[in-house]
């Protein structure tokens, strides 16, 4: 089972900008699809995004236009760049790659 380890989250007023890293423990070239999921408090967990090995990518409605998901298979790690946020990503983030990663918040508060 393959661990994972996010960094990145952390607090920003809307409009703001975030980056989230993840970093599986085996190569990320070997992992089919990796994809961002969120579960904001009291709603289910929901899928963000999701990136194939060929670098096709999916994205949620919601964050069409501004999220971006990269995987980086140089430095081993998978990205998810969150552009022009609001108070409704406020969620915890959650990587994954067949395992989940154990989860990173993010908050988008004036």
């Known amino acids: 089972q393959v661990q994972l380890v996010e960094s990145g989250g952390g607090t920003v007023q809307p409009g703001g900008s975030l980056t989230l890293s993840c970093t599986p423990s085996?190569?990320?070239?070997?992992?089919?699809?990796m994809g961002w999921y969120r579960q904001a408090p009291g709603k289910q967990r929901e899928l963000v995004a999701h990136?194939?090995?060929?670098?096709?990518?999916y994205y949620a409605d919601s964050v069409k236009g501004r999220f971006t998901i990269s995987r980086d298979n140089a430095k081993n790690t998978m990205y998810l760049q969150m552009n022009n946020l609001e108070p409704e990503d406020t969620a915890v983030y959650y990587c994954?790659?067949?395992?989940w990663g154990q989860g990173i918040q993010v908050t988008v508060s004036s």
């Open positions: 990136i194939a090995v060929s670098g096709s990518a």
């Open positions: 085996r190569r990320i070239a070997s992992i089919y699809v």
């Open positions: 994954n790659a067949g395992s």
